[in-house]
């Protein structure tokens, strides 16, 4: 097995098997010029709309290519999966199309819409269970029931059939463009997407550029190719949940430390930032992964000057609970957002003081928590301010400080600051 995750490398004909295999059950989605993109980074770019595949994200296509390749005895035996995300849906509406029966693992405390979402698409055909608190807890249940009823696991990146059902985007982009394409920017979780769509372009457009784009906080195929070998995290920022993993695939890191141009990683704040604006300016709804290619344009703005730039959009499965954080990850990544400990004198008219003399005239309190203390000559408040320019906050600051209101600046205090966010 290691020798074969070390020499496999997904062919065109397979890829091009798969193609034919999902082209009833997955989309051809649009390659969109976005003119706003354009302009703003003097290059043409174009969007890659796998959001507006019908569950929302590509991974329909692996997981439909992967089931669809089983004997009939594992089609009898049935699948399982652990995902909380798009995954789970795709290996759901697999399930259904294909009559197979299948379980799908998740964490407890996996939101309610997205196990709603799972039981529309898989209907009678699948079962969740919800075991455990993280992933790995969800992971390790569905092994124990591969094991004991000898059923088909269905990875969601490390697998041959997954990774060629995800390549079929690659021949996709190749047959739509009407000039060659120098860069293809995509986000890297696990690999999957990574590895199928980079062997496409090697084959037929080896000119072609591919850029992995990771969260910060979860760098692994990163790391991991700058250690050359295939590196688990111990930690990692869980927020961009569709790219965040601590491992990615051993199939998957071999594949794309031969075939990746380079990877990014990208601020989750700036994912944020990304996400509010593809809605605001363009009506585009994405979920922090499908955010993080067109993030990353930033970073490699002077790269891709007068260049065909395709930004893969990976999925549109985004929570609408989430939004409150998203904005306020938004805020503090654009430095408008400022959260301060405020030492209020205990006298009457020191909120007054604070408000009119020390903050500024398009300054917000959007956050504040006080308690009176009667026997301190100073009382203490959390207060969050919202910025109208980041260049505001050097002169807030030295205000507080010259009116002795200044305690200290939570921003930059980690241990502290995770209460707040």
Same mark, same amino acid.
């Given at each position: 097995?290691?020798?074969?995750?070390?020499?496999?490398?997904?062919?065109?004909?397979?890829?091009?098997?798969?193609?034919?295999?999902?082209?009833?059950?997955?989309?051809?989605?649009?390659?969109?010029?976005?003119?706003?993109?354009?302009?703003?980074?003097?290059?043409?770019?174009?969007?890659?709309?796998?959001?507006?595949?019908?569950?929302?994200?590509?991974?329909?296509?692996?997981?439909?290519?992967?089931?669809?390749?089983?004997?009939?005895?594992?089609?009898?035996?049935?699948?399982?999966?652990?995902?909380?995300?798009?995954?789970?849906?795709?290996?759901?509406?697999?399930?259904?199309?294909?009559?197979?029966?299948?379980?799908?693992?998740?964490?407890?405390?996996?939101?309610?819409?997205?196990?709603?979402?799972?039981?529309?698409?898989?209907?009678?055909?699948?079962?969740?269970?919800?075991?455990?608190?993280?992933?790995?807890?969800?992971?390790?249940?569905?092994?124990?029931?591969?094991?004991?009823?000898?059923?088909?696991?269905?990875?969601?990146?490390?697998?041959?059939?997954?990774?060629?059902?995800?390549?079929?985007?690659?021949?996709?982009?190749?047959?739509?463009?009407?000039?060659?394409?120098?860069?293809?920017?995509?986000?890297?979780?696990?690999?999957?997407?990574?590895? %199928?769509?980079?062997?496409?372009?090697?084959?037929?457009?080896? !000119?072609?550029?591919? #850029?992995? +784009? $990771? @969260?910060? *906080? =979860?760098?692994?195929?990163?790391?991991?190719?700058?250690?050359?070998?295939?590196?688990?995290?111990?930690?990692?920022?869980?927020?961009?949940?569709?790219?965040?993993?601590?491992?990615?695939?051993?199939?998957?890191?071999?594949?794309?430390?031969?075939?990746?141009?380079?990877?990014?990683?990208?601020?989750? %704040?700036?994912?944020?930032?990304?996400?509010?604006?593809?809605? !605001?300016?363009?009506? #585009?709804? +994405? $979920? @922090?992964? *499908? =955010?993080?290619?067109?993030?990353?344009?930033?970073?490699?703005?002077?790269?891709?000057?007068?260049?065909?730039?395709?930004?893969?959009?990976?999925?549109?499965?985004?929570?609408?609970?989430?939004?409150?954080?998203?904005?306020?990850?938004?805020?503090?990544?654009?430095?408008?957002?400022?959260?301060?400990?405020?030492?209020?004198?205990?006298?009457?008219?020191?909120?007054?003081?604070?408000?009119?003399?020390?903050?500024? @005239?398009?300054?917000?309190?959007?956050?504040?928590?006080?308690?009176?203390?009667?026997?301190?000559?100073?009382?203490?408040?959390?207060?969050?301010?919202?910025?109208?320019?980041?260049?505001?906050?050097?002169?807030?600051?030295?205000?507080?400080?010259?009116?002795?209101?200044?305690?200290?600046?939570?921003?930059?205090?980690?241990?502290?600051?995770?209460?707040?966010?």
């Amino acid at each position: 097995m290691d020798k074969e995750k070390e020499t496999y490398f997904p062919s065109i004909k397979d890829i091009t098997v798969a193609a034919d295999t999902i082209k009833k059950v997955s989309a051809v989605t649009p390659l969109s010029p976005s003119l706003r993109y354009s302009n703003q980074f003097k290059a043409n770019i174009f969007l890659k709309r796998e959001d507006l595949q019908q569950v929302r994200s590509y991974k329909i296509r692996g997981a439909y290519n992967k089931i669809s390749s089983l004997t009939p005895e594992e089609s009898k035996n049935g699948v399982v999966c652990a995902s909380a995300g798009n995954h789970a849906q795709g290996v759901a509406l697999s399930c259904k199309l294909l009559k197979i029966l299948g379980t799908i693992y998740m964490p407890t405390p996996t939101p309610k819409q997205k196990i709603e979402q799972v039981k529309m698409f898989g209907e009678e055909y699948i079962e969740i269970k919800l075991v455990g608190d993280t992933y790995d807890d969800a992971y390790h249940a569905s092994m124990i029931e591969c094991n004991e009823f000898n059923k088909t696991f269905i990875h969601p990146f490390d697998d041959k059939k997954v990774i060629e059902g995800q390549a079929t985007i690659g021949l996709e982009i190749f047959e739509q463009a009407e000039e060659p394409i120098d860069y293809v920017l995509i986000a890297v979780g696990g690999g999957g997407l990574a590895a %199928g769509l980079s062997t496409v372009f090697k084959e037929l457009s080896p !000119n072609t550029k591919i #850029i992995g +784009v $990771e @969260p910060e *906080g =979860a760098p692994s195929m990163t790391v991991s190719i700058k250690n050359n070998k295939n590196t688990e995290l111990d930690h990692i920022e869980k927020f961009v949940d569709g790219a965040a993993v601590k491992r990615v695939g051993d199939l998957t890191f071999n594949i794309c430390k031969e075939n990746l141009h380079r990877t990014l990683t990208v601020p989750e %704040g700036k994912v944020c930032e990304t996400i509010l604006e593809l809605y !605001n300016k363009d009506a #585009i709804v +994405v $979920e @922090p992964a *499908g =955010a993080l290619s067109i993030a990353a344009l930033e970073f490699c703005a002077e790269e891709i000057k007068g260049k065909n730039v395709v930004c893969v959009v990976s999925g549109s499965n985004n929570d609408i609970t989430r939004t409150a954080e998203i904005k306020e990850r938004a805020l503090l990544y654009a430095n408008l957002k400022h959260y301060f400990i405020v030492l209020f004198p205990q006298r009457a008219g020191a909120l007054k003081e604070f408000v009119v003399d020390i903050l500024g @005239p398009n300054d917000d309190i959007t956050h504040f928590q006080y308690t009176k203390k009667t026997n301190r000559e100073n009382g203490s408040a959390v207060v969050g301010i919202q910025l109208k320019s980041a260049s505001d906050l050097e002169p807030l600051i030295a205000k507080m400080k010259q009116r002795n209101f200044y305690g200290d600046y939570l921003n930059n205090k980690p241990e502290l600051f995770q209460f707040l966010v």
